[in-house]
């Protein structure tokens, strides 16, 4: 299944990031809110569709990489 899918952070506390993410950059399809400290994700709507366990793994593997949250960024697959 191919995926295509834009993220951009949205706010950022000690505990949590939450990022906005879709197929369309300017009309998200949903939020997904990550605990920084287990670093797993959930999704606002609660559906954790294959586009939001792409988006996830695909922040998720940023921030190991940078050691840093990315402010936004784009997901293919």
Not at 27 to 49: C, H, N, W, Y
Request: glycine share 6%.
């Amino acid at each position: 299944m191919a995926i295509s899918s834009f993220f951009a952070k949205l706010q950022e506390t000690a505990e949590e990031v939450t990022y906005s993410f879709g197929k369309d950059r300017e009309q998200p399809d949903d939020i997904l809110v990550f605990d920084k400290t287990l670093l797993t994700a959930e999704p606002m709507s609660g559906l954790r569709t294959f586009g939001f366990e792409a988006t996830a793994r695909g922040i998720c593997r940023r921030y190991r990489h940078l050691r840093e949250w990315p402010d936004n960024g784009y997901i293919a697959s």
